[in-house]
C-alpha cells in the first residue's frame, strides 16, 4: 500500500481561495473513484467531494457552487478548487481512493486509502 499525499493547505481570509492536490500515482491504472473527505476535531469526517472514474462528480450541499473537484487527464493528481472559502470550511481534508470505480460516494466507508491530511484555517 502506497500512502496519498495531499499539500496544498494553508491559511486565508473569508472569501479567499485555496486549491489542494493530491498525489494518486500509485494508483493511476486502479480506475477507483477518488474523494475528498474533511474532519474537524470531535467530528465524524465528512466527504467533501467526489469523482468517478467516467468524470461524474458529486458534492456535498455544503460545497456545492464553490468547491470543483478534478484530476488531471494521467489521473496522477488529484485536486480539490476551493472558493469563496467561510470560517466553517475550517478542517483537516484528506484525498481518499474508494474501493468502487462508478460510485460517488461521500461515504467514509466505501474508500480503502487515505492521505495523512492537509489542514485549511479559515479566518473571519
Known amino acids: 500500500q502506497v500512502p496519498l499525499v495531499e499539500s496544498g493547505g494553508g491559511s486565508v481570509q473569508t472569501g479567499g481561495s485555496l486549491t489542494l492536490s493530491c498525489d494518486t500515482s500509485a494508483y493511476t491504472s486502479s480506475g477507483y473513484s477518488r474523494g475528498w473527505f474533511r474532519q474537524v476535531p470531535g467530528k465524524e469526517r465528512e466527504g467533501v467531494a467526489a469523482i468517478a472514474s467516467d468524470g461524474r462528480k458529486t458534492y456535498a450541499e455544503s460545497v456545492k457552487g464553490r468547491f470543483t473537484i478534478a484530476q488531471d487527464n494521467g489521473r496522477n493528481t488529484l485536486y480539490l478548487q476551493m472558493r469563496s472559502l467561510k470560517p466553517e470550511d475550517t478542517a483537516t481534508y484528506y484525498c481518499?481512493?474508494?474501493?468502487?470505480?462508478?460510485?460517488?460516494?461521500?461515504?467514509?466507508?466505501?474508500?480503502?486509502?487515505w492521505g495523512q491530511g492537509t489542514q485549511v484555517s479559515v479566518s473571519s
Open positions: 481518499a481512493l474508494s474501493y468502487y470505480s462508478s460510485r460517488t460516494s461521500l461515504r467514509s466507508v466505501d474508500y480503502r486509502y
